[in-house]
């Protein structure tokens, strides 16, 4: 009989994901750069399909590395599903198709390497997202519309992720 390897540090693989949410972040700030100089709008749009931070900043010291990594997971997978729709949403946002994918890719890898984490920490696996399903073909929605969907979306996942990267930090500084 082999010798067992030694436990590999989550402390490597929670860094792993740290990095990927703090990238994620950056890049939705660029996107939402350059939707802004493309359609500067004024004003925030909101849309009810998007996940709620139901825990304030002050709540977020005493976040259980459980209840982080759940809803982490949960709630990225119904943001990608909404970047789905918004790529194929209509002509207003065709020429974003590429950045938009890309979030999504980068939400994807994120979503893999914190379920990688959660099962090396023997957690249990992130619940289906709440509020169900986000239409993956979207009903057909006006330009303006669609970059109203656009804005939402992707201010809602920066304020997420930065929510997100903040609390994995503070549960690396507590490993």
């Not at 169900?132 to 519309?145: I, K």
């Amino acid at each position: 009989p082999r010798p067992r390897p030694p436990p590999a540090d989550t402390r490597g693989d929670l860094d792993s994901v740290i990095h990927l949410a703090k990238a994620l972040l950056g890049d939705t700030k660029a996107f939402l750069g350059g939707v802004k100089s493309r359609f500067p709008a004024e004003g925030e749009h909101k849309l009810d399909s998007l996940p709620v931070l139901a825990m304030s900043a002050l709540e977020l010291p005493n976040i259980q590395a459980s209840a982080l990594g759940g809803r982490l997971g949960s709630d990225l997978l119904r943001y990608q599903r909404l970047l789905e729709w918004l790529r194929g949403g209509g002509g207003a946002l065709r020429g974003l198709e590429p950045d938009l994918g890309a979030l999504r890719s980068g939400g994807e890898r994120l979503r893999g390497r914190l379920e990688h984490l959660m099962s090396r920490l023997s957690l249990p696996r992130p619940a289906a997202p709440r509020g169900g399903a986000v239409p993956v073909s979207p009903p057909p929605v006006s330009p303006w519309g669609a970059v109203r969907g656009g804005d939402a979306v992707t201010r809602g996942l920066h304020l997420y992720l930065d929510w997100a990267a903040r609390g994995l930090v503070l549960l690396r500084n507590r490993l």
